[in-house]
């Protein structure tokens, strides 16, 4: 049973332009929830991370949105630049010291 | 500020064999983790350590999988009796721990098994 769910596979923006990744979760626990980027050979880097108290936090050209009535979050990142081309990865935390990761989605900015 | 350090970084053996693999967290991160990411999957999680005390552990954790945090510092993680299913990337991961909540795991680059 996928607790966090990232619904689309691949996203492809051209650069300078806005990137929305989405992401959807199920558990109420949940109440942290994080964004992680991954190159290939890599391990996830961290992104930009979310309490369930706030709706919204900015970080540069990265600003994540909470839906908890929803229960979805977004994350925006503008302007997209080529270097930002790799898979996100959502996460959730709640409950528990475990993340819980979505399957990610391959972002790609053509120049 | 040194990363979380893993190694060996690709690990190849045959089926029955035992492997074993090796975190060093990110200095004075109480908090450790092992995750296990499959190809397009997310990472799953598999055990956690706050010190040297193992807290939580996954189903996916059988029997033939332990993990060790002698103290409270590296980290060990060890399959036995390896099967073709354990072929994956293992990551660790630290954070600070030490009463703060909310606070974001970081990542090291793994350590991906292949299982002959």
């Known amino acids: 049973d996928q607790q966090v769910k990232q619904n689309s596979p691949s996203l492809s923006v051209q650069e300078g332009r806005i990137s929305i990744l989405n992401c959807d979760y199920t558990n109420s626990m949940f109440d942290y929830f994080l964004w992680y980027k991954k190159y290939p050979a890599e391990g996830p880097t961290f992104l930009i991370s979310?309490?369930?108290?706030?709706d919204k936090n900015e970080d540069g050209r990265f600003t994540v949105f909470l839906n908890k009535s929803a229960k979805h979050l977004s994350l925006h990142i503008v302007p997209s630049q080529p270097g930002d081309s790799a898979v996100y990865f959502c996460?959730?935390?709640?409950?528990?010291?475990?993340?819980?990761f979505g399957k990610g989605m391959k972002l790609t900015v053509n120049p | 500020d040194t990363g979380v350090s893993q190694n060996p970084r690709h690990k190849i053996t045959k089926r029955g064999q035992n492997v074993t693999f090796r975190c060093d967290p990110i200095?004075?991160?109480?908090?450790l983790y092992w995750y296990r990411q499959t190809l397009g999957q997310g990472p799953e999680f598999l055990t956690y350590f706050q010190n040297e005390a193992q807290l939580e552990k996954s189903r996916l954790l059988s029997d033939r999988f332990s993990a060790e945090r002698p103290k409270g510092s590296f980290s060990t993680l060890e399959i036995q009796r390896t099967e073709q299913g354990d072929s994956a990337m293992y990551l660790c991961?630290?954070?600070?721990?030490?009463?703060?909540?909310?606070?974001?795991?970081?990542f090291g680059d793994g350590t991906r098994l292949s299982i002959l």
């Open positions: 991961a630290s954070s600070p721990g030490g009463g703060l909540w909310n606070q974001p795991q970081h």
């Open positions: 996460a959730a935390q709640g409950g528990s010291e475990k993340l819980v």
């Open positions: 979310i309490s369930s108290i706030k």
């Open positions: 200095s004075e991160h109480n908090r």
